[in-house]
């Protein structure tokens, strides 16, 4: 005995628009992902001569003192 199973399936416009956004938006987030993490990525893949450039990049990520006049 063999049986056939009949599987039915129907992608409407709808269906394909929605896969393309989902690919599209999957690939944005992934190239804003990689934009905020990039110093991370590469350090991961660097030299390990980057150890100036890390000190330099803390320095302007740190906030700038401010002189206030005492009262």
């Known amino acids: ?6 599987t039915l399936a129907y992608l409407d416009a709808g269906s394909g628009s929605m896969i393309i ?6 690939f944005a ?4 992902a990689m934009k905020m993490y ?3 990525i590469k ?3 660097g ?4 150890k ?4 330099t990049t803390a320095a ?4 700038a003192e401010r002189e206030t006049p005492q009262s």
């Open 21 to 26: 956004q989902l690919l599209i938006g999957g």
């Open 38 to 40: 990039w110093k991370r």
């Open 60 to 63: 302007a990520d740190a906030p």
């Open 29 to 32: 987030a992934a190239g804003v």
């Open 47 to 50: 030299r390990g001569d980057d």
């Open 52 to 55: 100036a450039s890390s000190v």
């Open 43 to 45: 350090g991961i893949f």
């Open 1 to 6: 005995m063999t049986s056939i199973n009949t």
